[in-house]
């Protein structure tokens, strides 16, 4: 248990470092005269690194474990961090989130040290509680903005800095990695490419894409979202965001504590036939009250599949490869987040509208049901 809290807390700080940048977006937009398609793009660079840095990550908790992984890599989140906190310009903002993107790999780190304590039975709901560090992104969006509206733009990276130096630093002296955990000898790449050629971790890593890819783009995307089409002031916008951000992240272990009762691609079917009709609704802009329905609905779908996909993964995947096998499928689901935001900008400069993007959500869902009822059903069970 105290694993699993430890690295639920440690991921939840870096996942406040990750979202630094999406609450500040429509300030930095104002600072700056950015375009929509600007301001995308440096809220999602984060995204993009983090993802791809998870396979990296991943790989490197099967080989020298959790404990020491996670707590290096909290330290190194430090540098962008600070670094962000002295930006002055959109090109140093824009470096300062690619590094940042560190902090968003450390899931691939928790996967596998929370893996360790629990017995396959369990696995499900112990990562769906881990996977509860989601929430840094909703302190993100409560505490950035009002941080940085009282005391200055750079107080909310500061604080961070600290929070990061200090989680580092307790997992190190404090983090243990499970009892029998072995090193894996075998080189990065054969790992990787062992884990990958599974066709379970594929199929994951798809359904990942489009759970966790929604869930970080909504949670990004949908302060700018809410103040362009519903005119919201940027701390409304942030607030909203967090509350879709906090529902998703206490569905999560739901969705995972229903995988190991009922099996995850069960789980998944439900959620994706939710998350279709949630992005039809919203795609016609419908009065608030309905759209706050629509997307929370969406927010609470996405939680339960995020959880949904890692309790099959805890199952279905060799022990000695858990790391590799969530680092690919954590960077489908970061890649996932990375793209919409910036479709989402690029259709709104073209259209003034969301319209288009929210029903390419739809149509990718539904193909995504489709696959899980006939396909993933079957091998997943």
Known sequence: MTALVLATAAFAVNFWAWALLSPLGPVYKELFG??????AVLVAAPVVVGSLGRMVLGALTDRYGGRLVFGV???AGVVPVLFLAFADSYPTLLAGGIVLGITGATFAIGVPFVNGWFPPERRGLALGVFGMGNI???????????LAAQWGRGTPFFAVAVALAATGVVFLLVGR??????????PFLTRFMRAARLRVTRELAAMYALTFGGFVAFGVYLPLYLKAVYGLTVPDAAARAAGFVVLATLARPVGGWLADRVGGAN????VLAAVVACALIVSFAPGMTQATVGFL???AALGLGNGAVFGILGRA?????VGSATGVVGAAGGLGGFLPPIVMGLIYQATASYAIGLMLLAVMAFGALVYCWFVLRETAA
């Open 297 to 299: 609905s969406m927010a």
């Open 267 to 270: 789980v998944l079917a439900a």
């Open 34 to 39: 950015l375009s929509a398609t600007a301001v």
């Open 73 to 75: 890599a909290s330290l």
């Open 136 to 146: 840094g992104t909703a302190i993100s969006g409560f505490a950035t903005p009002w």
């Open 177 to 186: 990695n499970a009892p029998g955990t072995a090193p894996a000898t075998e």
């Open 317 to 321: 995947v060799p022990a000695s490869m």
